[in-house]
């Protein structure tokens, strides 16, 4: 009966995180007429806001506004990094990764959804790849990783994310959905997405520029 009850619910979240991608999607194209002296300055915007987001999260209090302009800021300073791998291996690798994340997001996100034990217990190994990666992104801005240390670092990224789409569409799933909550739940998607899509880029953005 929850299930039943929740569905449309559900059905609500998924429906944000599609406008959440339309709203990216508008980033991604206003990034082309931002000056690079503003990219830096939007990406600390963007980190406050992801840290106000899961601050605000313990008092529900995450709202549809804040989502939209949290994504377009995201699709902005996206744009580099999409910018760059187009030019490096080709505008159809940036297209093959948006397909493959698709792809691998909707895969997930059912299993997640039709998995029946709750994967719960999996929040701390994750948080703990999370902040893992985090730290080496950190790490490689004073010293590159290797084209092959990129490589395996993307793999892994792409992994721990391709789990946090899992996790998130199971967490949903049973410990249920209410209307405040569909907010920072399709902002959590989101940001499942739009990092796999990232890791999944360079991925297929190195090995294309190796050929």
Do not use: C
Not at 8 to 15: A, E, Y
Not at 21 to 26: C, D, G, I, V
């Amino acid at each position: 009966m929850e299930a039943v009850q929740s569905r449309p619910v559900f059905q609500k979240v998924l429906g944000v995180f599609a406008v959440s991608l339309l709203f990216a999607t508008a980033g991604l194209y206003t990034g082309r007429f931002i000056p690079p002296a503003l990219m830096m300055p939007l990406m600390v915007a963007e980190i406050v806001m992801v840290i106000a987001a899961f601050w605000l999260r313990r008092k529900k209090s995450v709202g549809y506004m804040f989502v939209y302009a949290f994504t377009f800021i995201s699709g902005i300073t996206t744009y580099p990094i999409v910018a760059y791998y187009a030019s490096q291996a080709g505008a159809e690798v940036v297209l093959l990764a948006f397909g493959s994340t698709f792809g691998i997001f909707a895969v997930m996100g059912v299993i997640g959804a039709v998995t029946k034990r709750d994967l719960g217990f999996l929040s701390t190994a994750l948080l703990v790849a999370l902040l893992a990666l985090i730290f080496i992104g950190i790490f490689s801005i004073f010293s590159p990783l290797t084209s092959t240390g990129m490589l395996a670092y993307s793999f892994i990224g792409a992994i721990v994310f391709s789990l946090y789409v899992v996790f998130d569409f199971n967490q949903m799933k049973h410990h249920g959905i209410s209307e405040e909550m569909v907010p920072l739940l399709a902002l959590s998607l989101y940001l499942d997405f739009i990092n796999l899509f990232i890791y999944i880029l360079q991925i297929l953005g190195i090995l294309g520029s190796d050929d």
